[in-house]
T-cell receptor, first 114, second 112 residues
Framework: DADVTQTPRNRITKTGKRIMLECSQT?????MYWYRQDPGLGLRLIYY???????NKGEISDGYSVSRQAQAKFSLSLESAIPNQTALYFC?????????????FGEGSWLTVV | RKEVEQDPGPFNVPEGATVAFNCTYS??????FFWYRQDCRKEPKLLMS???SGNEDGRFTAQLNRASQYISLLIRDSKLSDSATYLC?????????????FGTGTKLQVIP
């Protein structure tokens, strides 16, 4: 089983619908992240959380919200999905900050907004 | 200028060849560097970390040039299984704000 699990893995949704992507991890890491990946644009950070009470916006947070329900769970919501939010979304974790900050990614969630 | 720039490729090389990619970064305060490998439609996975001038792990060598602000990844004796996209990711800590910034990746295709 993957250490970082994302659900759903694939979703097609309509414009204007609310959708939630869920992430859970068994690595025991405090830090969790949500990225989106688009062709030619690479991985961009949406939100990150250093612990349950610490949530921060990344570089592209508009149109997204997150919830850190527990140390192991970090969900991403699109309140009103739009087509340009069609992308591959990754949840990720890391165990500490600092120069040795290895990031571990989930398997990704493909989201298509039509 | 992008914070991290990589040639998107693809680099098409025959099996057994040596290939090198460069990654340039704009933040001179970057403290460490990571190379991630990403297979098609899969998640990125850490390949190598670089904290000083370079690192070597088997067929893979990373070299850092801080003066010119680039890091390279050298793959010797390329295997078919090396076909993937390689992402460069510098780490920086500016005023307590820690950040890992990913490049868009370089695609490698190893040909039989």
């Amino acid at each position: 089983d993957a250490d970082v699990t994302q659900t759903p893995r694939n979703r097609i949704t309509k414009t204007g619908k609310r959708i939630m992507l869920e992430c859970s991890q068994t690595k025991g890491h405090d830090r969790m992240y949500w990225y989106r990946q688009d062709p030619g644009l690479g991985l961009r950070l949406i939100y990150y959380s250093f612990d349950v009470k610490d949530i921060n916006k990344g570089e592209i947070s508009d149109g997204y919200s997150v919830s850190r329900q527990a140390q192991a769970k970090f969900s991403l919501s699109l309140e009103s999905a739009i087509p340009n939010q069609t992308a591959l979304y990754f949840c990720a974790t890391s165990d500490f900050g600092g120069p040795g900050n290895t990031i571990y990614f989930g398997e990704g969630s493909w989201l298509t907004v039509v | 200028r992008k914070e991290v720039e990589q040639d998107p490729g693809p680099f098409n090389v025959p099996e057994g060849a040596t290939v090198a990619f460069n990654c340039t970064y704009s933040n001179s305060a970057s403290q460490s560097f990571f190379w991630y490998r990403q297979d098609c439609r899969k998640e990125p996975k850490l390949l190598m970390s670089v904290y000083s001038s370079g690192n070597e792990d088997g067929r893979f060598t990373a070299q850092l040039n801080r003066a010119s602000q680039y890091i390279s990844l050298l793959i010797r004796d390329s295997k078919l299984s090396d076909s993937a996209t390689y992402l460069c990711a510098p780490y920086s800590n500016s005023g307590g704000y820690q950040k890992v910034t990913f490049g868009t990746g370089t695609k490698l295709q190893v040909i039989p």
